[in-house]
């Protein structure tokens, strides 16, 4: 098993652009979550997922969207980036209380 | 929201030497999960605690739930350069189940 697996690792974007961030999980959770990571502020919620269809708002949704394809998957979209942006996305699921988390993604936004 | 205080930001030790850090909550949590993640990496699951007052062992890691359930601390015995990493505690995020709000970190740097 994969685990929690995410693409891309690393990005870089100019302000403006856009891209979507895929996650996808193999151990059949129902829950899914973004989170960012910024020095000094810990993990951030931004939007997760509690079962397959359903989408709901963290504490940082703003300038996001999500989609949850299928019980796999959970990408995470911005439309236009911006530098506050910046950060490490990190995907996460869970189908008891324990979340497991995806490598990352690095996301530099100039 | 519910927000969960981690105390210290950052903690410098000498190897061998003992690290604790501290988590606190405003409102009584159900439950608390702590987390690892090595430098470069992503958050482990390290274990809940549910009960008040609760005390679990990981080899040299203690952990230790409040007899309120607000707060709770992670203790690591005699470090190693293993160690090294970024510690998270994390509380329920709300009714939604399997939502968490975590706190902002304790940075562990061990000096051989």
């Known amino acids: 098993n994969a685990g929690v697996t995410q693409t891309p690792k690393f990005q870089v974007l100019k302000t403006g652009q856009s891209m979507t961030l895929q996650c996808a999980q193999d151990?059949?959770?129902?829950?899914m979550y973004w989170y960012r990571q910024d020095p000094g502020m810990g993990l951030r919620l931004i939007y997760y997922s509690a079962s397959e269809g359903t989408t709901d708002k963290g504490e940082v949704p703003n300038g996001y969207n999500v989609s949850r394809l299928n019980k796999r998957e959970f990408s995470l979209r911005l439309e236009s980036a911006a530098p506050s942006q910046t950060s490490v996305y990190f995907c996460a699921s869970t189908q008891g209380y324990e979340q497991y988390f995806g490598p990352g993604t690095r996301l530099t936004v100039t | 929201g519910q927000q969960v205080m981690q105390i210290p930001q950052y903690q410098h030790v000498q190897e061998g030497e003992d690290f604790t850090t501290y988590c606190n909550s405003s409102?009584?949590?159900?439950?608390i999960q702590w987390y690892k993640q090595r430098p470069g990496g992503h958050p482990v699951f390290l274990i809940q605690l549910v009960k008040s007052g609760e005390v679990k062992k990981q080899k040299r890691l203690t952990f230790q739930f409040g007899e309120a359930k607000k707060n709770s601390s992670l203790h690591i015995t005699a470090t190693q350069t293993t160690d090294v990493g970024t510690y998270f505690c994390?509380?329920?995020?709300?009714?939604?189940?399997?939502?968490?709000?975590f706190g902002q970190g304790t940075i562990l740097t061990v000096h051989p």
């Open positions: 151990m059949n959770h129902n829950s």
């Open positions: 994390a509380g329920p995020g709300g009714t939604s189940y399997g939502k968490l709000t």
């Open positions: 409102t009584t949590l159900s439950n």
